[in-house]
């Protein structure tokens, strides 16, 4: 047999209640977007499923393409047949013939209530019908070797019994977007990962200090942004020149202070930078206790620079379960890559782990920040990466309320 459709399963959209035909909306238009290599594809929406139809397309890449796409709970191979029972029955035995296994059960559902068979029939007729004509399989409800789910709906009856994992979430684009801070790391770019998969788009912004960091850093960034582009297809990366701020912070501040005077300084630039972009959030890789600046005191004390929302998916996360995740989106290899950013260079031997406020402010009275917050900000450059390819790099002119 050979199947003619996928369903693609909808999972945490069933609860959107009435914004449920938005969210539909946006992730046909991801569907579409993800899979505009296979011309040939048609698309069905309805209110439970997508279907994409196959149209004699290899299925495989297809369904590659579709689990990198988020708001996608899982992905069913089907055949559509007709609703009558005879034919049902048919199709079934012709499916189950094309498959290896021993033993099988049938799950039915019927979302057409006016079908005649309620569930519990179908399952157990067509059980009975498969047994009586394939002698060598048997029932096992606990662990079948193949389960073939039959779905009664308004238009057809679809059968399948191979279903895929989906990347689960939201839509991108249905949440909103975020500023989220790079810095070619391992754990910035999977919690850029965790927002894409949660519906948000994002902008990135990298605090660059030449010629203390190399520019090969900007190469990381690329590649990184390249295997990101899977998910979102476009992505800015707002360049701050950050060297002159952090010179003066190392010449102003007591050593131990110093990681986190930076730090605010950055989340002020961030700030700036979203405003201006219209980003409902700062994104971060931090993770609790990970270093000295992500100790809770740390966060206190540099989170106290802004009332913009700062999220971090990686907060609570173990340091291998960020490793995996790397390694499943491509970023692994390229984050180890040896280019420090900023964070790294100008490390200090032994920092504060648990900053007070007012110390912070004591520091920064000591300098004028300030006109060298306002230049990071005016001589920001941008790299857009858009599908893998670098869009163009140019220095951006930023005027406040403007984009």
Not at 67 to 80: C, D, N
Not at 341 to 358: L, N, V
Request: proline share 5%; net charge neutral; charged share 25%.
């Amino acid at each position: 047999m050979n199947y003619d459709h996928l369903m693609i399963h909808y999972g945490e959209l069933s609860t959107k209640g009435d914004n449920k035909k938005a969210f539909i909306r946006e992730l046909g238009k991801n569907i579409r977007h993800a899979l505009k290599g296979f011309p040939t594809l048609s698309f069905r929406h309805d209110h439970d499923h997508t279907y994409v139809v196959l149209n004699g397309e290899d299925p495989k890449p297809i369904i590659e393409a579709l689990q990198e796409v988020s708001g996608i709970q899982k992905i069913s191979l089907v055949y559509r047949s007709e609703k009558d029972f005879a034919s049902l029955k048919e199709n079934a035995l012709s499916l189950m013939k094309s498959e290896q296994g021993k033993t099988f059960k049938v799950i039915a559902k019927r979302s057409d209530k006016t079908y005649p068979k309620h569930s519990y029939e179908i399952a157990r007729e067509l059980g009975g019908y498969l047994l009586k004509n394939c002698p060598s399989l048997s029932v096992d409800v606990h662990h079948p070797d193949l389960s073939l789910h039959v779905e009664i709906r308004d238009d057809a009856a679809y059968l399948y019994a191979h279903t895929y994992p989906g990347a689960g979430g939201y839509p991108l684009g249905m949440n909103g977007k975020i500023m989220m801070m790079l810095s070619g790391g391992i754990d910035s770019p999977v919690a850029a990962y965790a927002f894409l998969r949660r519906g948000v788009r994002i902008e990135c912004i990298h605090f660059a200090a030449p010629p203390y960091t190399s520019d090969a850093v900007l190469d990381k960034l690329k590649d990184i942004l390249r295997q990101l582009n899977v998910y979102q297809p476009d992505i800015r990366l707002n360049i701050v020149p950050f060297t002159k701020l952090q010179l003066a912070i190392y010449q102003n501040v007591d050593e131990p202070y110093c990681i986190t005077i930076m730090r605010r300084m950055m989340f002020r630039i961030a700030e700036r930078l979203a405003k201006l972009h219209h980003c409902l959030a700062i994104g971060s890789g931090e993770s609790i206790g990970q270093v000295a600046s992500q100790t809770l005191e740390s966060m206190i004390a540099i989170n106290s620079v802004t009332n913009y929302p700062i999220i971090r998916p990686l907060a609570v996360m173990d340091k291998l379960q960020v490793i995996q995740l790397a390694e499943k989106i491509g970023t692994y290899e390229i984050s180890i890559r040896p280019f420090e950013d900023c964070c790294t260079i100008f490390k200090p031997k032994k920092p504060k782990t648990k900053p007070k406020i007012s110390e912070c402010e004591y520091f920064e009275k000591k300098f004028a920040w300030e006109p060298l917050v306002d230049e990071c900000v005016r001589n920001v450059s941008v790299i857009i990466m858009k599908e893998g390819e670098e869009a163009y790099y140019e220095h951006d002119d930023l005027q406040e309320g403007r984009e």
